[in-house]
């Protein structure tokens, strides 16, 4: 199993700004996930990190939107870049972790408000 | 690309009865997971299939993978209000990435 964290928990920020989301994971873990999830709604996969490579994005993700950090086995984060309200959601975390291989953990998420 | 789709996407019922949600992928699945996700919470993992056919039970719930490995359904029965929340499927594709595609979700209603 996994403990994870994020900060920070909820923001609001304003239009043309940026976040850095951190993850924190209490222990190493080598896949982390990064998704959104706007309200009601269901989860979208942003991009998988990596230690020690490139984080994979999905389509419609891009690196300059949302540019990824995995600098340990332990610490990701992820940024939201020149901020627009569509940008509002639910931004989560999670890592692969358990005896279930695939099993993923899910950390408490950030909620974004963009105004 | 790979698509997982659920249904319903709401359902409200009243505590005593059962509950049925059903996931359809448009590919084949290595491994279908299940996740539930309580109002203001995030997903919490409840089980994995991997065979073809397979069911397995958690005291009141039932979950199946169809035999073409392509469907999954989540059933519960005599529902509790503690069983309030959404219920997500996701799918693992064949390439084995570990990418989970979630389904849309079905959000459970119980009335007391």
């Known amino acids: 199993s996994a403990v994870i964290s994020q900060k920070p928990s909820r923001d609001i920020c304003q239009r043309g700004t940026s976040l850095t989301i951190q993850c924190q994971v209490d222990?190493?873990?080598?896949?982390m996930f990064w998704y959104r999830q706007q309200p009601g709604q269901s989860l979208t996969l942003i991009a998988t990190a990596n230690q020690g490579s490139e984080a994979t994005y999905e389509s419609g993700f891009v690196i300059d939107k949302f540019p990824i950090s995995r600098p340990n086995l332990t610490f990701s984060t992820l940024t939201v870049s020149n901020m627009s309200p569509e940008d509002s959601s639910i931004y989560l975390c999670s890592v692969e972790a358990g005896n279930v291989p695939y099993e993923q953990y899910f950390g408490p998420g950030t909620r974004l408000t963009v105004t | 690309g790979q698509q997982v789709m659920q249904i319903p996407q709401y359902q409200h019922v009243q505590e005593g009865e059962d509950f049925t949600t059903y996931c359809n992928s448009s590919?084949?699945?290595?491994?279908i997971q299940w996740y539930k996700q309580r109002p203001g919470g995030h997903p919490v993992f409840l089980i994995q299939?991997?065979?073809?056919?397979e069911v397995k039970k958690q005291k009141r719930l039932t979950f199946q993978f169809g035999e073409a490995k392509k469907n999954s359904s989540l059933h519960i029965t005599a529902t509790q209000t503690t069983d309030v929340g959404t219920y997500f499927c996701a799918g693992v594709g064949s390439s084995n990435t570990g990418k989970l595609i979630f389904g849309q979700g079905t959000t459970l209603q119980v009335k007391p």
């Open positions: 590919t084949t699945l290595s491994n």
């Open positions: 222990s190493q873990v080598t896949m």
């Open positions: 299939l991997v065979k073809s056919g």
